[in-house]
């Protein structure tokens, strides 16, 4: 097959795979949200209510990303905290009760329908514990770990909102829940299967992310520029340019793939501003943020002189 017919088969295969997806967007998924003190220059500490002042004051995460679970396990950070936001899917009616098990504090909101005004904490964890330790004799992690039964509809969207924070020694939170056959005795952690996650508005997870170079970086000498592609993409629109605001007369053209070579090659010493629009599988776009990077400068080398090697002087002829 030649470049060109394996190049489009290439386009088609990713619209049909991502567009097939992008139809049920953030089903399947919850919504992390991390704040932490080392960004922030404010305290996060293990009493989850530092991080409630965090969100109300309307501070914004300094990290967030989807997961399959309703699990954020260790990853060593101290003084930080966390939220698990999105909506809860029963497969069956009936009653179901949920745990949560965390170091440090937790609490799990869960609403009466998918509108979080109508959320209520369920159950909370006031300590610590072991990773997913659901015989909870580790730590200190209090007696409201468990809620009552709750009485939920099978195929219902029910918001949930899960909070959790830690001073030292790590951090994490797990949620499990009970309830019919399907589901079990409990507790079984909650799987993404019965979750879709919470969209914001906008939703930056929607951009493209991570560009390489990074914004801002200097001595740049590679061609090839990447990303992160934001979630639902199937196509990206590539701007670049000496221009701080990359318009029309600095479109390079869709590419199908999180890569794109600059063939033309960089000026030296010249600053570029990019922008990767991503196009979703209805045609929408969202457009990214500009990012920019200075080409390596060029500098002129003399070469050095080869040295004076001294003469030898000959006696004169007889």
């Known amino acids: 097959m030649c470049k060109k017919l394996a190049y489009l088969a290439a386009v088609c295969v990713t619209l049909a795979v991502t567009g097939s997806a992008g139809?049920?967007?953030?089903?399947?998924?919850v919504l992390i949200e991390e704040w932490f003190t080392a960004n922030t220059g404010q305290q996060v500490g293990s009493d989850v209510t530092s991080l409630h002042t965090y969100i109300d004051a309307g501070k914004a995460p300094d990290k967030s990303y989807w997961a399959t679970k309703l699990d954020r396990p260790d990853g060593g950070e101290d003084y930080w905290g966390g939220r698990m936001r999105g909506y809860l899917i029963p497969p069956e009616t009936g009653d179901y009760t949920f745990w949560t098990a965390s170091d440090d504090d937790s609490e799990v909101w869960l609403s009466t329908d998918e509108n979080p005004a109508n959320a209520k904490m369920i159950c909370n964890v006031e300590g610590w514990m072991n990773y997913q330790d659901w015989t909870y004799t580790s730590g200190a992690p209090g007696t409201t770990y468990k809620s009552a039964p709750i009485k939920l509809e099978?195929?219902?969207?029910?918001?949930?909102?899960?909070?959790?924070?830690?001073?030292?020694?790590?951090g994490f939170?797990?949620?499990?829940?009970?309830?019919?056959?399907?589901?079990?005795?409990?507790?079984?952690?909650v799987d993404g299967k019965y979750l879709a996650a919470f969209l914001r508005d906008p939703e930056?997870?929607?951009?493209a992310q991570n560009p390489d170079p990074a914004n801002g970086a200097t001595d740049v000498t590679s061609p090839l520029f990447q990303w992160t592609a934001g979630v639902g993409a199937v196509m990206h629109d590539v701007y670049m340019g000496t221009n701080p605001t990359p318009g029309a007369d600095d479109y390079r053209g869709p590419a199908p793939v999180t890569m794109y070579f600059h063939i033309?090659?960089?000026?030296?010493?010249?600053?570029?501003?990019?922008?990767?629009?991503?196009?979703?599988?209805?045609?929408?776009?969202?457009?990214?943020?500009?990012?920019?990077?200075?080409?390596m400068p060029l500098t002129a080398l003399?070469?050095?002189?080869?040295?004076?090697?001294?003469t030898t002087s000959r006696p004169p002829a007889r």
């Open 264 to 295: 033309p090659g960089l000026t030296p010493g010249t600053t570029y501003y990019w922008r990767v629009d991503e196009v979703d599988s209805a045609g929408g776009k969202i457009t990214g943020d500009v990012w920019s990077f200075t080409a």
């Open 204 to 207: 930056p997870l929607f951009k």
């Open 173 to 189: 939170d797990t949620v499990a829940w009970g309830g019919p056959a399907s589901i079990g005795a409990g507790p079984v952690v």
């Open 302 to 310: 003399t070469p050095p002189r080869p040295p004076i090697r001294p």
């Open 23 to 29: 139809a049920q967007v953030g089903q399947g998924n």
């Open 154 to 170: 099978a195929g219902k969207r029910y918001y949930v909102d899960v909070f959790f924070s830690d001073g030292t020694g790590g």
